[in-house]
């Protein structure tokens, strides 16, 4: 099983930009999926995750300009941001919990399996 994040570089204020997740191993359609982020000097964070049954869930600092998906034909998962701010700037993961059973959660210790960080920066 291996993830892989990309899609992270700088941006400014108010700009987009979509995260991959691209996920070897199992077919992705059966597990809930997480974001996750963390910037410096702070605990990493849930930002936003989708459920087996398509189901998103986000936080509320991301609610109305974060949206998360799915392309199971291509294993992948997506992150797509907007209206980013400096306050975005972190190190962006994502994360599987492997047991079907699971709905989404904010905890990371429930995602068993993580995507090496890419690093997003919004300048002011």
């Known amino acids: 099983v291996q993830l892989q994040a990309s899609g992270g570089g700088l941006v400014q204020a108010g700009g987009s930009l979509r995260l991959s997740c691209s996920f070897s191993g199992r077919t992705i359609r059966y597990y809930a999926w997480g974001w996750f982020r963390q910037s410096p000097g702070k605990e990493r964070e849930f930002v936003a995750g989708?459920?087996?049954?398509?189901?998103?869930y986000f936080a509320d600092s991301v609610k109305g300009r974060f949206a998360t998906s799915r392309d199971s034909a291509k294993n992948t998962v997506y992150l797509q941001m907007n209206s980013l701010t400096p306050e975005d700037t972190a190190v962006y993961y994502c994360?599987?919990?492997?047991?079907?059973?699971?709905?989404?959660?904010?905890?990371?210790?429930?995602?068993?399996?993580w995507g090496r960080g890419t690093l997003v920066t919004v300048s002011s």
């Open positions: 994360a599987l919990d492997s047991n079907p059973t699971s709905g989404v959660t904010s905890t990371e210790g429930d995602y068993d399996y």
């Open positions: 989708i459920s087996r049954y398509s189901r998103t």
